[in-house]
């Protein structure tokens, strides 16, 4: 038996890590702990990979002198700042440091996929097979066919319904879209249409869980893809326009129609329709944003916020679950201004936008799908995160750096 080498350990780990990284959001529908494992061993994988290649090494050398990681350092250098003024400096210290650490680990799964161009058709097909297998089960557990929620959480006495099961997964879903899609068309042929057939199933879960900042990040992204096909003066952009206004319509009659649950007609002081956003997420915000105000420039302190006098008080005539911040301001914005404020916030909201510009100008230049996918990766994810979990939950960052390296990894496409 021939021992393993650099030089064939490197392709056996790079196809193993395009497997683990190619599962591991579509296992989002099962927990978090499934999501997670597979990425662990992925970046295990790749730091194996960085110790024994030269070129990976230097990739990662190259990106740290990039300037996109000079954005991430100026966010570094003002969370720092941030930390002595906070409620609790360890905690934000620990939470702040923790999301540098998750991108610096997949920037080195990046690194070890972009330098093995031959595992990419198999994680793209692995991402396609896995992602509809794991939501059209997804799509049967919430038609209440039975047994298939106990069956993923190994769990056959389980009394969780799906609806709640998989609205999380919902937030993933929609990301999962234009990756997917993005991945079926890099391979070609019938792929293509298998990746088309989980846009529809996607939808159904984050109908059927009623996730309305999954349908908003949806919304976001159909804008902001015809947007770019528009400016990218593609032939198909009447039809395109025609389509993003009936699906604009539709998803707003829809939350307009479905209430669930019914909104009380006697809440007053709300800013907004109460059809479009519930009061009790309303109350949220007003919460957070006062916060924000009694410390504009510092802020309050990372993941501080719920643990502010007042966090945990009951909003009036909301019911005796209806908490003024249950844990989070659920919006990332709101939730950086109020606990990084004003030098916390401007640096992320500089980076964001200099890599969508930048994504921008390559689409309308080159017409590449591959930064239209992370364009429309960006604005689902991002306009989501407007209304729904917490920016420092570990799950939904590493699904954000996940979906995004997997792009970013890829080959440059054949002429």
């Known amino acids: 038996m021939t021992a393993l080498s650099p030089s064939n350990l490197g392709p056996k780990l ?3 890590i395009a497997v683990m990284v190619a599962v591991a959001i579509p296992l989002r529908v099962i927990g978090v702990a499934p999501q997670q494992l597979p990425l662990s061993l992925a970046l295990i994988g790749a730091l194996v990979l960085y110790y024994i290649s030269t070129e990976i090494r230097q990739r990662i050398k190259q990106t740290l002198t990039s300037k ?3 954005f991430v350092g100026a966010i570094v ?6 930390i002595p003024f906070s409620l609790s400096p360890l905690g934000s210290a620990k939470i702040g440091g923790r999301s540098f650490l998750f991108l610096f680990a997949i920037v080195l799964v990046w690194a070890a996929l972009k330098s093995h161009k031959d595992v990419h058709e198999l994680l793209w097909k692995v991402l396609v097979i ?5 939501t059209a089960a997804a799509v049967l557990s919430l038609l209440d066919v039975p047994l298939i929620l106990a069956f993923m959480k190994a769990d056959l006495s389980t009394h969780e319904f ?3 099961a998989f609205k999380s997964f919902a937030a993933s879903e929609l990301c999962l879209i234009p990756i997917v899609i993005w991945a079926g068309r890099r391979l070609g042929g019938n792929w293509r249409f298998c990746a088309y057939t989980h846009a529809p199933l996607a939808i159904s879960v984050i109908m059927l869980t009623h996730n309305r900042a999954a349908l908003a990040g949806l919304l976001a992204m159909i804008g902001i893809v015809i947007f770019s096909i528009v400016r990218a003066k593609h032939r198909h952009t009447n039809i395109l326009l025609v389509l993003a206004a009936g699906a604009a319509i539709a998803i707003i009659a829809w939350v307009r129609i479905d209430r669930l649950p019914l909104v009380a007609a006697h809440i007053h002081g709300t800013y907004l329709p109460v059809w479009l956003v519930d009061p009790h997420r309303q109350s949220i915000w007003k919460f957070a944003f006062e916060k924000f105000l009694n410390h504009p420039w510092l802020g309050n302190g990372i993941d501080q916020l719920s643990k502010l006098s007042g966090a945990n008080v009951i909003v009036p005539e909301l019911g005796h679950s209806a908490f003024f911040l249950p844990s989070h301001p659920h919006n990332w914005a709101l939730e950086i201004l109020a606990e990084s404020g004003i030098i916390g ?6 980076a964001l936008a200099y890599i969508a510009w930048q ?4 689409f309308v230049r080159t017409q590449d799908e591959d930064a239209l996918a992370q364009i429309a990766l960006m604005a689902g994810f991002w306009a989501s995160a407007l209304f729904n979990f917490s920016i420092w939950a570990v799950w939904w960052q590493l699904t954000f ?3 995004f390296a997997i792009v970013a990894a890829a080959p440059p496409r054949k002429i």
């Open 77 to 82: 250098l003002a969370w720092a700042i941030t």
């Open 359 to 362: 994504l921008m100008k390559r």
């Open 401 to 403: 750096f996940t979906l």
């Open 162 to 164: 799906p609806q709640q």
């Open 68 to 70: 996109t990681t000079m």
């Open 14 to 16: 790079a196809t193993f």
């Open 345 to 350: 916030f401007l640096p992320v909201f500089a």
């Open 130 to 134: 896995g992602t509809i297998a794991c």
